[in-house]
Nanobody, 126 residues
Framework: QVQLVESGGGSVQAGGSLRLSCVAS????????HGWFRQEPGKEREGVAA????????YYADSVKGRFAVSQDNAKNTVYLQMNSLKPEDTAMYYC???????????????????WGQGTQVTVSS
């Protein structure tokens, strides 16, 4: 089992920045990649960014390219999502996830993940 705990959410004005953190514990060696997803009530979950644990290859949704950056500190078992130039449409619950089985662009799909955190709320006001 892998446990994931997100933090760093909050309320900011448009144009502001936030950095989300996701700390992994448990059998972390069993996972090959981490992803960040977001979801608003009544809407589908959206894959935002993903990163391979080894090598650090990253993937981003078109909606956040150039504004968000995913990174990791393997020594701390922590994955980060730096969010800059935030827009009201970025408002959502953000979730961290971990998996091992898939690759490539499928890392932005929820089906590629086996473990999920509880989420942290991000609210961007105009």
């Amino acid at each position: 089992q892998v446990q994931l705990v997100e933090s760093g959410g909050g309320s900011v004005q448009a144009g502001g920045s936030l950095r989300l953190s996701c700390v992994a514990s448990g059998y972390t060696y069993s996972t090959n990649y981490h992803g960040w997803f977001r979801q608003e009530p009544g809407k589908e979950r959206e894959g935002v960014a993903a990163i391979y644990t080894g090598g650090g290859v990253t993937y981003y949704a078109d909606s956040v390219k150039g504004r968000f950056a995913v990174s990791q500190d393997n020594a701390k078992n922590t994955v980060y999502l730096q969010m800059n130039s935030l827009k009201p449409e970025d408002t959502a619950m953000y979730y961290c996830a971990a998996g091992w089985k898939y690759g490539g662009s499928r890392l932005l799909k929820g089906a590629a993940y086996n473990y999920w955190g509880q989420g942290t709320q991000v609210t961007v006001s105009s």
